[in-house]
């Protein structure tokens, strides 16, 4: 059999596309993207309200510029796997927190650094008009700094939803989850005899993320408030 | 599950009896993601060139080299494998491909900017298409060119540890490591992330330098 041939035979496995059992691609699916959402809620609700505030009165500059460098630099392969370790040690359970702990970590410096950019390139003309007409700073914030900063907000949720998806693939080797990243673990771990799986796993997980791709984009074009100007809206649509 | 582990967060001991390893990973580290940059570089400046020429083509190379750019490591190495094993070729050509989307928009972006006058004077002094664009274009460019480089070797950096999975990985190869035996070994963990985090701080830093010193008249360019 060739290459093509065992991955044709593996996608036509028992239970391959079943919804409960775990071998299946759908019940992966569901896995994977509900880990990615899951961590990516828990970061936007850690990032956003401490980013809003230190962009509102202008502080953290420096933070919001360094937080983005050295997130990129560190390795989300590297987090992972220290995580699962300390949790080990620690005798948590080692299957769930690690990777959360991992990936939060990994989407908070793209939420941050693109919340606090987006509020602080809000027009400073709207944020006066706003004080003028009586608007407390809280108000401001939620009302006109928050929604005006939109589009950039969702470029990094985004970014980041893109990396968890990736990540929580390579999570597949400390954890039991993994999502579709198992399918490539598992195959690795079986050498030649493995590439139909591989291969599968390969496809699964890249369509995946082609399609959470093609979904912000849609969900992006629908969440810009209709204030916006057209410029705004295109800037946003298009940025990454 | 694993063994219980009992060994001390960090071993200088370890990193004193692995020196020779480590610094063998480290060259591996440093020479994957300069191939994958300098394919990058070459790939993109090619899609640069041919996008510049033609409008039409910037966005379809965009919209291409974002497609890549969206692709799971994990994914890509796992379609690769089939074909080119467990390969330096495997590890090299997802890394390569990561670089490009931000390569071509900063290449395009920086030559974009380069003011029409100047372009103006090169012609009107003779110049032709290809030595406008290697003596005047490229090096007016090259701020916005480097501040690319610099995410995209930094990003590089911190991928490359995701190529132990298929044997590789440089300083990555001791984070796999470190939980392969039956007792972890944290040493090699933390070794494998602090020095990958210092490698790309370092790179990053090099790059800097390296652009004050060829494009000085430009001081203030952000990534």
């Known amino acids: 059999m060739n290459v093509w041939e065992q991955t044709w035979a593996w996608f036509g496995e028992p239970d391959r596309w079943s919804w409960t059992n775990s071998t299946g691609i759908p019940y992966r699916t569901l896995q994977h993207l509900g880990f990615s959402a899951l961590s990516l809620v828990v970061a936007v609700v850690l990032t956003i309200p401490p980013a809003l505030w230190l962009a509102h009165y202008r502080r953290g500059a420096f933070l919001a510029s360094t937080v983005v460098n050295l997130g990129r630099a560190i390795p989300s392969f590297g987090l992972i796997i220290l995580f699962w370790f300390l949790a080990s040690r620690w005798e948590l359970n080692t299957s769930f927190w690690p990777l959360l702990i991992a990936l939060v970590a990994l989407a908070l410096p793209p939420m941050f650094t693109n919340t606090y950019a987006g509020v602080v390139s809000v027009d400073r003309g709207a944020v006066d008009a706003a004080r003028g007409t009586g608007h407390t700073e809280t108000q401001i914030m939620l009302r006109i700094e928050l929604p005006l900063a939109l589009p950039v907000i969702l470029a990094g949720a985004r970014v980041a939803f893109l990396q968890l998806v990736a990540t929580v693939a390579i999570g597949a080797i400390v954890n039991d989850g993994g999502g579709l990243g198992r399918y490539i673990v598992d195959g690795f771990a079986q050498g030649a005899g493995g590439y139909g799986e591989i291969l599968g796993g390969g496809l699964a997980v890249v369509v995946l993320a082609l399609l959470c791709e093609g979904a912000f984009s849609l969900i992006t074009r629908f969440a810009l408030p209709r204030g916006l100007s057209p410029a705004t809206r295109s800037r946003a649509l298009v940025s990454r | ?223």
Do not use: C
């Open chain 2, 1 to 223: 599950m694993l063994a219980e582990s009992n060994r001390p967060i960090f071993e200088w001991r370890w990193v004193e009896r692995n020196a020779h390893n480590i610094v063998q990973r480290l060259g591996e580290h440093l020479s994957l993601t300069a191939s994958a940059l300098a394919i990058g570089l070459a790939v993109s400046i090619g899609l640069a060139v041919l996008s510049l020429r033609w409008r039409w083509f910037y966005s379809f190379a965009i919209a291409g080299t974002g497609v890549l750019y969206v692709i799971p490591s994990l994914g890509a190495f796992a379609l690769l494998v089939p074909f080119f094993g467990l390969s330096f070729t495997t590890a090299v050509i997802p890394l390569a491909t990561y670089t490009l989307l931000i390569l071509l928009r900063n290449i395009v972006t920086g030559i974009e900017q380069v003011p029409g006058e100047v372009r103006e004077a090169a012609v009107g002094m003779g110049f032709t298409r290809l030595r406008l664009l290697l003596t005047v274009e490229l090096p007016l460019a090259l701020p916005v060119v480097i501040a690319g480089l610099r995410v995209a070797a930094v990003t590089t950096i911190g991928l490359v540890t995701v190529t132990s999975m298929l044997g590789m990985g440089g300083l990555g190869y001791f984070i796999r490591q470190g939980i392969q035996t039956t007792t972890p070994n944290p040493t090699a963990i933390i070794v494998g992330i602090v020095l990958s985090i210092a490698l790309a701080v370092l790179v990053d830093f090099l790059l800097w330098l390296s652009e004050r010193a060829l494009a000085p008249w430009a001081r203030k360019v952000r990534a």
